[in-house]
């Protein structure tokens, strides 16, 4: 068969999967923990789930395709990828890391790699010369995630790899809201790309999952080994939910990515719209380094409202989206950083990022562009009445 080399055709022929019993062209759900060994002294493929099964093989020979490495880690979340590769760490070590990292990073390193003295430096990586200036004698990781979250704050990732390439460090990408569709940062040299695979890659809410990829031997056997050494492993039926969302991730993407933009130049010229962070509007001030390292801009956008009370109406009568935490999913996403991703951070290290209260993040999913855009301009009605209350009764 030819080499697949288009992105979409390796989504839909994941690994050119055929089975080669059946020519079932899904594989199977191997409901199995432990495998038969046809030999005294010699394991075969796989001998015990949690090390490796067939099932999670296909998933994560897939994302290590998709992402350009060479070894994909399937893991039961994001938060799972994530804590796992940190072990990579000892005493002593030093992370330099964005600072408006997703929460449940920010909790592990903050509350959890602290009580092993692994120490950290929070950075606004946006800016190079801070990150240069972060780097310690026991720096062995940065840890970017662009565009960051909730505030879509892009980091030049080759800027970043050459720093740590300079300093002997190991860079960690999140990759959720790219997804490699829009962004592959192991080909511009990062070292482990991960992801909350319950995100777009699965793309329907219905999995909780994490993936890890690498495109080095050694470190691919370090991931391995506290892959299996953690063993917080994704399930097989999750395996192929995941699997299965995965093939038709750039359709939905473009898709949503393209009612995103729609709605950004909406909201850029709404008068109650105080900000819009997208990386797609050209008054980003990230725009061009994304898109020098991005295919496209993605479906996540945030946007701020003057105050609290606006933003609970606006909250209250937006009817399509649903208000929820997460992201990356057929139906549109509304969420409220300030209680929900970012809820693990103190108020004032939140408001000090730019996360006020007056900021809500979208990801926008599948439905018509249209429908959302009157959505908004009622929602976005009321709330203005109710600005406009606050200031007749001040
Ligand atoms: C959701 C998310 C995570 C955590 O993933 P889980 O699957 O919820 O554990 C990590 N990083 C980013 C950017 C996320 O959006």
């Not at 740590?164 to 790219?178: I, Q």
């Not at 709404?270 to 962070?277: A, D, T």
């Amino acid at each position: 068969m030819a080499s697949l080399r288009e992105f979409d055709t390796k989504l839909v022929h994941q690994n050119t999967y055929v089975d080669k019993v059946t020519g079932a062209v899904n594989p199977p759900i191997h409901y199995s923990s432990t495998f038969h060994q046809t030999a005294f002294d010699q394991f075969g493929a796989f001998d015990y789930s949690r090390s490796g099964n067939p099932t999670r093989k296909v998933l994560e020979d897939t994302i290590a395709d998709l992402e350009g490495g060479t070894n994909g880690f399937a893991f039961s979340s994001g938060m799972a990828a994530i804590s796992s590769v940190f072990m990579l760490l000892s005493a002593g070590d030093h992370v330099l890391i964005s600072q408006d990292v997703y929460g449940g990073t920010y909790r592990i390193v903050t509350e959890v790699l602290t009580r092993f003295q692994i120490e950290h430096t929070f950075v606004d990586m946006t800016n190079l010369d801070e990150v240069t200036k972060g780097i310690q004698s026991n720096t062995k990781v940065l840890y970017v995630e662009t565009p960051s979250n909730p505030l879509l704050h892009i980091t030049d990732l080759k800027g970043v790899i050459e720093i740590a390439r300079a300093n002997g460090c190991l860079v960690f990408v999140d990759n959720t809201f790219m997804t490699p569709y829009l962004q592959r940062p192991l080909e511009l040299g990062a070292d482990i790309v991960l992801h909350s695979a319950t995100k777009f890659l699965s793309g329907h809410s219905d999995v909780v999952a994490g993936l890890a990829v690498v495109k080095d031997a050694e470190l691919a056997q370090k991931v391995g080994f506290l892959q299996n050494a953690f063993g917080s492993i994704l399930g097989v039926q999750d395996c192929w939910l995941l699997l299965r969302g995965m093939k038709t991730l750039s359709v939905r993407l473009q898709q949503s990515a393209k009612t995103a933009e729609k709605l950004t130049d909406y909201l850029v010229k709404h008068p109650l719209v105080e900000e819009v962070y997208y990386p797609g509007l050209t008054s980003h001030p990230g725009y061009a380094t994304h898109h020098s390292q991005a295919k496209g801009a993605g479906a996540v956008l945030s946007f701020r409202l003057p105050d609290r009370e606006c933003t609970k109406a606006f909250v209250e009568n937006v009817r399509i989206p649903v208000f929820a935490v997460s992201l990356g999913a057929v139906e549109s996403i509304l969420s409220y950083p300030a209680t929900m991703s970012h809820a693990a951070m103190p108020k004032e290290e939140r408001e000090r990022r730019g996360i006020t209260d007056g900021v809500l993040r979208l990801s926008v999913g599948l439905e018509h562009v249209d429908d959302l855009l009157l959505d908004f301009e009622q929602a976005l009605g009321k709330a203005l009445l109710v600005k406009k209350e606050t200031v007749n009764h001040s």
